[in-house]
């Protein structure tokens, strides 16, 4: 159980380390980022907007300039886009110690990727699902290698639609964004398993931030934007303080692979980081390892991990 006070302070030295963080621009990616290079880590943020990038290297670096960032592009939900990240890592010897899962779009208007999944999950699971996959070799090599998966509250209502995956009979932004979340819980959770049974020691987490202020969900309808910036100003809490579950995941010396890092407050909406439970239908194996052969077909990453027994 994490300490129910446990804050960014708290970070141990992350000197010499390589984090990857996807989204790291802006909202928790961003502040993410901010903790991680303030306690001494390299971190590459994965973007898929370099101006933006650009923009946020040059905030992060006006409070410190000193910190240790890079930019490289990423489209998560674009798998060449993802096959090219990783390739450029890999010609440029870059060897990441953790892996933070974090980008995300929520509830736009449906649409395709370029491979024609439908685009919350192609860019919220299938883009990490290959993105971890490529890398795993190289975040194996660390001492303390860690996935961090970041879903959300949001995952209890979902679930895996296999009949419609793409949501072509039947589309709702909601339930479409339910059910990418839903995915990631499945996947940290079933990564973990197969981690463990192949006695590899990198550690699967998975976090969520409960209700906190970002700009996810501005490609929504207009009536959830508004009802969004309203419970924005109202009770939501900061980035800074919704990014502790995933810090905590990334960093704490007792995080636990396998392990949900949420808040600790009333309907984990807001607080600190503790251990939570994930819904039940996300802990179920047969799901996680039907959605796994699934995402190896649709993105053509194979992990090499058998499944648990």
């Not at 209890?156 to 909601?174: K, V």
């Not at 009802?227 to 900061?238: C, E, F, K, M, P």
């Amino acid at each position: 159980m994490t300490s129910q006070r446990w804050t960014a302070d708290q970070i141990p030295d992350q000197r010499g380390r390589i984090f990857i963080v996807t989204g790291a621009n802006s909202g928790l990616g961003l502040a993410t980022t901010r903790e991680l290079t303030r306690h001494g880590g390299h971190v590459v943020l994965a973007v898929r907007d370099a101006a933006k990038g650009e923009r946020a290297i040059a905030e992060l670096r006006a409070d410190q300039p000193d910190a240790s960032l890079e930019q490289r592009h990423l489209d998560l939900a674009d798998l060449d886009s993802v096959r090219a990240f990783a390739a450029a890592l890999r010609a440029d010897g870059v060897r990441p110690d953790v892996l933070v899962n974090n980008a995300g779009i929520m509830m736009p208007p449906r649409s395709l990727s370029p491979q024609g999944q439908e685009s919350q999950f192609a860019a919220n699971h299938l883009g990490h699902f290959a993105l971890t996959g490529l890398l795993l070799d190289l975040i194996r090599r660390s001492p303390d290698g860690r996935v961090v998966t970041v879903s959300s509250g949001v995952h209890r209502r979902g679930r895996i639609h296999f009949d419609d995956l793409t949501g072509e009979r039947s589309y709702s932004p909601t339930g479409f964004y339910a059910q990418s979340k839903f995915a990631n819980v499945l996947f940290g959770l079933e990564l973990d398993r197969r981690l463990r049974a192949a006695g590899l020691p990198v550690r699967s987490i998975l976090a969520h931030p409960g209700y906190a202020a970002t700009n996810l969900v501005r490609p929504g309808p207009r009536l959830l934007r508004l009802a969004v910036s309203i419970g924005n100003r109202i009770l939501a809490q900061s980035a800074a303080d919704g990014a502790l579950p995933q810090l905590y995941a990334a960093t704490a010396p007792g995080a636990e692979g396998g392990q949900f890092i949420g808040p600790a407050g009333l309907g984990e909406q807001r607080g600190h980081p503790v251990v939570v439970r994930p819904s039940a239908a996300a802990t179920d194996p047969r799901t996680a390892e039907r959605l796994w052969t699934l995402s190896e077909e649709l993105t053509g990453v194979h992990y090499g991990l058998t499944a648990a027994a």
